[in-house]
């Protein structure tokens, strides 16, 4: 029997469930969880929609940042216009939370993922991109076999070499036939510019997000001499938001991480002077498992529970004033705390905060963001759309 369409993914619910409204709950939590400070989500959410909203393009911001549905939710009430998902079991988890306005940023390649989309589109708002002539002709044949017309984009590549359209000439030709076909509904051009929005040095990027926007005008143009109009160009990242609207490509931003504000994003200056328009609202809590020395003590977080390929966590909340300590990844579920100066409120049970190097792949090592408010959990949320493909 073919299983009911739905969300493919059930948490199962979280150990600290009890501590929600409880006083102080934030530090009787059991760990490693990840912690999400609300306020300094919400200040992020309305930040980032006042500032697209200021520059006059469209928010649909990339769910593959959070997963999480109460999120989405969230951006959508503060004013963006949909969500971006990366594949199409990310669509099929937010279209059947009622999301509206999905846009999958990669090309659906397989079969198998094509008839999903085109069954997912008969009964949701939900559009992919397409960057090759024979992923569109399949698509266009499963569609008309079904009834069912299409919302696309056609993916330009900007330079990152990843997904997208390379050469602009033939960016025009997938173009024209994507706008004939009565499959489809063309509703534009996704352009992510994904080399650039961690490119440290604040000029280089600019000068990137400005040639960037140079190419995106000349298929604009190009197609607009075919007769085919292109309204809304989708793209842009954290990294460049205060750059790529502004150089007149995109008109439609998919930020994500600003949500969030990860630590490796904190290392680049998003504005000129560097003044940090988004916070940090994304943390890993872990206990201190074990103490035997006086310069080192263990706790419950190790490869597992954070990403090894990324920065070593900073310990930002839990150390007594004085405290000097860095956190190191040690083995699959414990991490080093190695003690510089004081450390006497290090001893087993005691809970640390680390903010997140970087947070999409993080977020999918969890089932639950834990919602805090100062010292208290006021809800916990399920990450919806972990691991699904
Ligand atoms: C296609 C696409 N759009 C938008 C984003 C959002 O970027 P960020 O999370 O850096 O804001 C990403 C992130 O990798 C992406 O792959």
């Not at 699959?332 to 006497?344: K, L, N, Y």
Request: charged residues 20%.
């Amino acid at each position: 029997m073919t299983p009911p369409p739905g969300p493919r993914y059930q948490s199962r619910p979280s150990p600290n469930a009890h501590l929600i409204g409880q006083a102080g709950g934030r530090s009787q939590l059991s760990t490693p969880c990840l912690i999400l400070d609300i306020d300094a989500m919400e200040r992020n959410v309305a930040r980032m929609a006042a500032h697209c909203a200021g520059l006059g393009v469209t928010l649909r911001p990339h769910g593959k940042a959070h997963k999480c549905v109460e999120i989405a939710r969230r951006q959508i009430a503060g004013g963006a216009v949909g969500l971006c998902v990366v594949n199409i079991g990310e669509a099929e988890v937010f279209a059947a939370a009622g999301i509206p306005g999905i846009l999958i940023t990669s090309p659906l390649s397989t079969e198998a993922k094509m008839r999903r989309f085109v069954r997912l589109a008969a009964g949701a708002e939900v559009a992919t991109v397409v960057d090759n002539p024979d992923g569109a002709k399949a698509l266009a044949e499963m569609a008309r076999a079904d009834g069912v017309r299409l919302p696309i984009m056609l993916d330009l590549d900007l330079g990152r070499a990843r997904t997208g359209v390379t050469e602009i000439a033939d960016a025009i030709d997938l173009g024209k036939f994507l706008a004939s076909d009565p499959a489809f509904d063309l509703r534009g051009m996704q352009a992510y510019a994904g080399h650039l929005s961690h490119e440290p040095d604040h000029a280089a990027r600019r000068s990137g997000a400005v040639f960037a926007a140079a190419k995106i005008r000349d298929v604009v143009d190009g197609l607009a001499a075919e007769g085919v109009e292109i309204k809304t160009v989708s793209g842009g990242s954290t990294g460049t938001c205060f750059m790529e609207p502004q150089a007149g490509g995109i008109t439609e931003a998919q930020f994500g991480s600003y949500v969030f504000m990860d630590a490796e994003y904190d290392e680049i200056p998003l504005t000129e002077d560097d003044d940090r328009p988004f916070e940090p609202s994304l943390f890993v809590a872990v206990s201190v498992d074990s103490r035997s020395l006086l310069n080192q003590a263990t706790a419950d977080g190790g490869y597992k529970h954070f990403l090894g390929k990324h920065a070593a966590p900073q310990i930002v909340r839990g150390l007594a004033d004085g405290t000097v300590a860095a956190y190191a990844l040690w083995s699959d579920e414990h991490g080093r705390i190695d003690i510089e100066t004081g450390g006497g409120e290090l001893a087993p049970g005691r809970i640390l905060e680390c903010w997140v190097p970087h947070c999409d792949p993080t977020l999918n090592l969890y089932d639950h963001l834990h919602v805090v408010r100062g010292d208290d959990l006021i809800d916990i949320w399920s990450i919806d759309a972990r691991g699904v493909y």
